[in-house]
């Protein structure tokens, strides 16, 4: 039996690495709560983050969670299409003309949408708001994977989809969710921060309480909320591990990888010994009416995980990476089934 040494927490947990795969139940509502460049451990049994711990201690768990790669927008692109598209850049420009979530969900008639803290207005097209200087922004379009496709950001109807986040509290209130609901935080609440004033870089135990706060008050208010149901899902994660500078792997922590991580050649400029270039370990919390309780799985998964659970639940089909069953692997092990 495998225990990570680390975080006591975990330690507690039962922690379980099933043999063969069942079938998933279909998911009334997905919720993905997306925070930013935190390792698991950096998170979890953190004295700064009392809500997430408890969430991953009282819910179930994955103790081997990656991010697919470096740096933040290929794994927001990744974990709503399947592949990273040879992007490993942060640039806001970028655009992707793939196959995405938002088709399989409309082809299967679906009901989805984005909730975006910090968005002025829904459909919003620039790339940073209030201020067009990447580093005091609090909303950024890497992490809006949904404007970073054409077929999204082209179509009115789309774009009138992804909103601002104020808008999830009426939509509780109405007990009118959205069966896929996507949430990113702004800049100073998904733990990733900025040089500016705000919430600065410098301050990570302020990131972490930020982060935390957020997590703990949106997760209260959906399974509290009329929409919430016994088979309704949260799956809350980091992008990728921490950042610390480290110049051999772009600046993160690590470049550890699974399931499908790109793979670059010697000599790339942020990961010059080349090879699998993954996320790094990262906390991934499953809250399910039907999930298991005080679960730690040790199963390998990433981000295209999450897409082959919910494309299985609701037999969507494959995209990408999810389609490769050898490698990628369904969540089901974190449900009650």
């Known amino acids: 039996m495998f225990i990570r040494p680390a975080s006591a927490i975990l330690a507690l947990l039962l922690i379980a690495a099933p043999a063969n795969a069942a079938v998933l139940p279909r998911f009334d509502h997905v919720v993905i709560i997306m925070l930013e460049n935190h390792s698991d451990l950096s ?10 711990t408890r969430l991953a201690f009282e819910n179930a768990y994955g103790s081997a969670y990656y991010g697919v790669t470096h740096p933040s927008l290929p794994n927001y692109v990744a974990i709503t299409s399947g592949n990273n598209w040879y992007s490993n850049s942060d640039n806001p420009t970028q655009r992707f003309d793939h196959r995405n979530i938002v088709d399989q969900l409309e082809q299967h008639g679906i009901s989805w949408k984005a909730y975006m803290q910090s968005m002025p207005s829904a459909g919003f097209a620039g790339n940073f708001y ?19 496709f054409a077929d999204v950001a082209s179509s009115p109807a789309r774009r009138n989809r992804v909103v601002p986040l104020g808008q999830l509290a009426r939509d509780l209130r109405a007990g009118d969710l959205p069966q896929y609901v996507w949430i990113s935080p702004d800049i100073c609440h998904d733990m990733h921060g900025m040089s500016g004033p705000q919430c600065p870089y410098s301050d990570d135990a302020a990131l972490r309480r930020a982060g935390d706060e957020f997590v703990g008050r949106w997760v209260a208010r959906i399974v509290s909320s009329r929409a919430w149901t016994k088979k309704s899902v949260i799956f809350i994660t980091t992008d990728e591990t921490t950042y610390n500078g480290n110049k051999m792997t772009g600046g993160w922590l690590d470049a550890n990888a699974c399931c499908d991580a790109p793979v670059v050649p ?42 082959r659970t919910i494309e299985e639940s609701w037999g969507l089909g494959y995209l990408g990476m999810a389609a490769d069953a050898n490698q990628v692997r369904s969540m089901w092990e974190f449900f009650r089934l």
């Open 130 to 148: 209030p201020t067009a200087d990447p580093d005091s922004a609090l909303y950024v379009v890497r992490h809006d994977p949904f404007m970073l």
């Open 266 to 307: 010697k000599g790339f400029k942020d990961f010059p010994q080349g090879g699998q270039y993954g996320g790094g370990l990262v906390p991934m919390i499953v809250i399910s009416g039907i999930g298991k309780k005080r679960f730690v799985s040790n199963v390998v998964h990433n981000h295209y995980s999450v897409l």
């Open 43 to 52: 998170i979890v049994g953190n004295r700064n983050a009392p809500r997430i």
